[in-house]
């Protein structure tokens, strides 16, 4: 099942895609006086504020692509009425590497808001350093969400109540 219509955030246009990389590209090549205008046009969209800085970094974590993309697809919002299934569809298309890099971060992010202070995407990429436990490799997809959950405090009254979690909940840093 994909992740529902509801939670997906709004697909930016291909023109608008274009429009903001080719604003990326002019503020790349400004000065930082030169780029202030244009950062203020920039963040009037991004709906946060984004620095000259990031505009000089960016490409060596993400592609001007992803770059452009994330800001376009906004910031994730908490959903109230959440249920489990559409958790889960959310961390399986993750984890099942089918969605777009602008996409998936922004996933990651949406992870992170709805599990609140659960550090999700380090129990997903890095459960050894999560527990404090380098034996720990690999975790389901109900696993990960349980722990997750335990850690956030945020039930769902149709998550399954037999998940094993076969370690103990570690103490928050």
């Known amino acids: 099942m994909p992740i529902p219509t509801r939670l997906r955030p709004l697909t930016p246009s291909t023109e608008e895609l274009r429009e903001y990389i080719a604003l990326c590209n002019q503020i790349e090549n400004a000065s930082e006086d030169e780029a202030g205008p244009l950062i203020a046009r920039w963040n009037a969209r991004a709906g946060m504020e984004y620095t000259y800085p990031e505009f000089l970094s960016y490409y060596g974590a993400v592609s001007i692509e992803t770059f452009v993309g994330e800001m376009l697809l906004g910031q994730p919002t ?10 889960r569809e ?12 602008a996409v998936d971060s922004y996933f990651l992010g949406w992870l992170e808001v709805n599990l609140p202070g659960s550090n999700v995407s380090n129990l997903i990429y890095w459960p050894n350093i999560w527990f404090g436990d380098e034996s720990i490799n690999e975790l389901s997809h109900d696993q990960i969400l349980a722990y997750a959950m335990a850690r956030s405090g945020r039930c769902f009254p149709d998550a399954p109540a037999d998940v094993p979690m076969p370690y103990p909940l570690p103490a928050k840093s």
């Open 90 to 101: 959310v961390l399986c298309a993750r984890l099942a590497l089918e969605l777009s890099d």
């Open 78 to 87: 908490y959903v109230p009425d959440l249920t489990y299934p559409e958790l």
